[in-house]
Structure formats: structure tokens, C-alpha cells
Nanobody
Framework: QVQLVESGGGLVQAGGSLRLSCAAS????????YGWFRQAPGKQREFVAT????????RYADSVKGRFTISRDNAKNTVSLQMNSLKPEDTAVYYC?????????????????WGQGTQVTVSS
């Protein structure tokens, strides 16, 4: 089992940057894939990015490709999401999620472990 705690959300102007962090704990956290998902008011949850802890392989939603970067820090046991060139449509609650690593998937239903979420608001 793995526990997740997000941090780093906030308010930023369009074109700005934010960095989200997800602190992972548990005996086998390095065996998991970690994903970022987001949910805007009145919309369904959507996939943002995912990373395999051991290999560093990544996958991104088309809407964030080239602007967001997911990474992991082995020393700090954290997964980060660097968000650049932010747009108002990126406004959402962002969630860190984890699943036992097998293949990088984009469906939130595949991820049994979730953090509490952190709000990101991008003003125009």
C-alpha cells in the first residue's frame, strides 16, 4: 500500500508556472506507477500525466504535452508535475494517484490510491 500527499497548488496568471509535488510513502512505493489527474468544476476527472517509478517512462495527455513535465525524485520519494505556460483551462483540482506498476495507463479507474488533491487556479 502507498500513501500520497500533494502540495504546491495555488493561483497563477495565464502563462505562468507552478510545480506540484506528491510525497509517497509505504514499504513498496518504488514498485508503483504514479499519475496526475485533474477535475474542473462540472467536468469529469481527466488524465494529465503518469510515470513509472523504476524506469522513469512517462505518458502525457495531448492537452498538456510540451507544457507539463512529470518526474520523480528518488532521494525525496516525491513525484512532481512541473506546469509551464499555464492556461485558464488548466484550472482544476489536481490529484496524485498510484497503482502497482505494470503498464502506464490513463484511466483513473486503474489507480486505487489517491491523494487529497490540490487546487490550481489560472487567471486570464
Amino acid at each position: 500500500q502507498v500513501q500520497l500527499v500533494e502540495s504546491g497548488g495555488g493561483l497563477v496568471q495565464a502563462g505562468g508556472s507552478l510545480r506540484l509535488s506528491c510525497a509517497a510513502s509505504g514499504r513498496t512505493f518504488s514498485a508503483y506507477d504514479y499519475g496526475w489527474f485533474r477535475q474542473a468544476p462540472g467536468k469529469q476527472r481527466e488524465f494529465v500525466a503518469t510515470i513509472n517509478w523504476r524506469t522513469g517512462s512517462t505518458r502525457y495527455a495531448d492537452s498538456v504535452k510540451g507544457r507539463f513535465t512529470i518526474s520523480r525524485d528518488n532521494a525525496k520519494n516525491t513525484v512532481s508535475l512541473q506546469m509551464n505556460s499555464l492556461k485558464p483551462e488548466d484550472t482544476a483540482v489536481y490529484y496524485c494517484a498510484a497503482k502497482f506498476g505494470a503498464a502506464l495507463t490513463t484511466s483513473g479507474d486503474d489507480y486505487p490510491y489517491w491523494g487529497q488533491g490540490t487546487q490550481v487556479t489560472v487567471s486570464s
